[in-house]
Structure formats: C-alpha cells, structure tokens
C-alpha cells in the first residue's frame, strides 16, 4: 500500500543523495555491483551443481537396449513344468546382476493370453511383485513360493496368495536359429495385459496404471 | 559493534580480593595483556574465548536429570560413526562384482583390531537409533519443543530422517546376501508411493534395476552426502541449544523467591 504522506522518491539520485550518481541515473553503480556480483556467484555456483545433478539423476532416464540371450532349444521346455534358467540382467557386476527365469512351452489349454511371436515359450521372473525377494518353484505343488513374506503364485504365476500385488514378471521370448531366446522384462496385470517394467509392490489393475508410471529405462516394445 | 556481556564466572574461577597487606601487583607484568601465553596469543588473534564462555559456561535450570544427557550421548554416537567410519573406508572396496564382500572379510578377519572397528561402526549405528530415539522421546514428553524451540524440533527430525538414511544406505555396504535382499526390499517399498516413488527408486538404483553404479551410489550417499548434512544441522542444533537455553523439567513450577536457584553449571546438555 503506497504512503501517501510521503513525496515519492525523485528518480535522479542527486536528489537521492548517492554521492558520484550521474543525473538521472535510474540504476545505480552500487545496485548494478549488487546484481552483478550475485548474478556472477549463482552463474559460478550453478556451472558445477547442475552438471553434477545432471550426471546424478542421469540413470532415470537412460534407455535400454533389446538383448537376446540363447537359453536352450525348444524341445528342451516342457509344458507341464517349468525350466529353471539362470540369465544375465545386468552386466557388469558379477552374480548380483544375475535372475531366474523359469521357462516352459506355451500350452494353449491354460494359456489364455493372445498368442504372438513372443511368447510362444512362457518365461516367468523370479521376482516377488510383492516386495522383490525371489520366488521358488515348487513342482509338487505347482507354485510359486516366496521366502520373504509368504506371496504364493499359481502354475501361470498368477497370484494364488499373499501379499503380490499382481502377477509375476514375464520375459519377452523368441525362436531364433533353433534356439530359443530370452528379452526384456515386461510387467503384466491381472488379464495378463503387458506393460513396461514397474518394480515391485506396484498393482497395474484400474488405477494402479496411472499412479505408478513406467520407468524411463525400459525399452519399448520390439 | 555492541559487545556481549561477559557470562558470570563460576566461583572457583572469580579472582580473589587482595587480603590487606599483600602487595600491590600494580606495574607488574600482567600476563594477558602482554599475551605471553599460546593462549592469549591465539585469543588475541580469533576472539574465540567469548564465545567458548558462551558455550561451555551457561546457566541450565534446576531439576534437570540425567534424561537431559540423551542429546550429548547422540551426539558422542555419531562421533563414533564418523571416526570408525572414515578409517573403515580405507580398507571398503565398493565393488559388486565381488570386491566389497571380500573387502569386509578382510577388514574382519585379517586387519588389526578390523573385527573391533568395524563391531564398534555396526553396533554404534544400532546404539545412536536407539539414543536419538530416546532424546526425541525426551524432548516430547518434556514439552521442550514448545515456543522457542520450534526450529532446534525441525532441525532434530530432519537429523532423525538423515540418521534413518544412513542406516538404509549403510546397510547395503557389507554385500552380503542380507545386505542385498534388505536393499532390493527397501527400494522395492521406496517404489510403492505413487507417482514420484518409481523415479525415486530409479534414482537409488541409479537405473531400472541393481546394476554395477547401485553399490558406489550408496556408499556415496553414506559416507560424503548425508554425513556433510547431518555435522551441518548438527551446527545448527547446538546453536539453537545454546542460543535459547534449555527447558525446566515440566514438574518444576515457578515460584516467587527465585534468588539462588539458578545454579550455574558446566553441563552440555
């Protein structure tokens, strides 16, 4: 709220009393050192902290590529039982980028889900979409098990019981030069519906899909 | 520049009158203003001996209790973390591939008193939970959060989120099985909040899933990040305990004839 008893500041800083202003200078030397030398810092500060958040958070949106590991040969996968295969998901840091995938043939009396080039063998994660502990198939039973919080997964790694929140991960598979070979990771719903990788403990059915938006650094479908 | 006033001295150190008859010292060397000492000569040049008074000799209320030393205690527990971690980290690889574990099992079976460091970094970070814990409790049920003390209570629970981050992150450090699946768990419940947890989980990761960069971020995050922030805060926190002075235990009640009952004291509180 403007005073009004007060004259309003004459724009010429002699009448100002700013010794060595020139007449009529609206911005003064002081304030334009001010700007100047705090401008200057925060261009200094700014030219090593946003290369360095830049290179922090650099990995969220990194994007994978396609790779197909061979795992053995048709004939090898059952449909009445699953295969377990160890495969390499991340490269790079020894036995602790390595997974489970446990792999069958594609049985169109159970398997629902539309059939495509990919997935003509089944090839289930071993990842708990409860919270990420391995899962453990259990042949007498025909379930999937886990160690951590009890999640128990039925013979298409639906969700039997427990705390999952939706199925387990699948992987992409193909038939190449007569062997068969495993992709990427897709996460499904609870219609079997494929959607980019979500970590665990994220449900993709109704809502679920819309809280909890897919990952950067997942590749698209082939 | 207005100048504090001198704190009151305690009485052990408050000079003594001259008994009659004892000579004069007039005209005789007087140490402090020649500065003849290491001492006078280093207040001389930074001052700092005001504020070492104002910091160490303050007036504390009566009826305060033991339960008032919560806060030093946490304070000495993270002085434990942080020596017995920096001499932990010259012999910790931060490698996944194998490095790391193998790093440990050195440190433990092979280093000198190595077993001894690393039980004293391991148990402590158990210890200094459970003493911020208990000094939170403190602060709580003593109303000592209340009107000024508001910020040194903000301050306190962001130091209580980074102590919480330091245990998460240091978990992972040993690189055993346990260590994994406690990780992979934890990002995993990181990832349940929705919308902004999955990249929070990305960030963590530093990628879509534990891969060669997780394990060096971590390390990062638990012996440059969080550790710079928390002596910071800490800073901050004792200068607000000192600034505003500590709270009466609730039970007290004010009453009218308070000449003498302000004992002073040399306690950090």
Known sequence: MPDRHKPPKSKYTLDRNIPGAFEGETVTRRTFMNIGANGVGAVAAAAFTLPALGFAIAPIFKRQTWTWQAIGKPSDFPKNSYETKVINITPGVGEAGNSIAYVRARDPKIDTEPEDQYNQFVALSSRCMHLGCPVRYVPAAERFICPCHGGVYDFRGMV????????LDRFYTRVNNGLVEIGPRYSVNNELHRFAPRFPGEPLDGIGQFLYPAQFDTAGKP | MPKLPAPPLPKALQPRPKRPGEPSDAGALNPVEAGIT???????RTALSPGLRWLMWRKVPRGINW??????????AFLNQAVTGVFLAMYYRPDAAGGAYESIRNINDNVFLGQFVHGMHKWGASVMIILIFLHMGRVFFYGAYKYPRELTWVIGVVLLILTLAMGFTGYLLPFDQRSYWATVVGVNINAGGPFIGPFLSDFL???AD????????????????IPGAMAALIGAHLYLVTKLGITAPPWLKPHADQDGDHAVAEARV
């Open chain 1, 160 to 167: 039997a019981g427990g705390p999952p929140v939706r199925p």
């Open chain 2, 38 to 44: 290491v001492v006078d000569w280093l207040d001389e």
């Open chain 2, 67 to 76: 339960a008032y030393t919560l806060g030093s205690a946490t304070l000495f």
């Open chain 2, 205 to 207: 990761l530093g990628g």
């Open chain 2, 210 to 225: 534990f891969n060669a960069t997780t394990l060096s971020r971590f390390y990062s995050i638990h012996m440059l990040v």
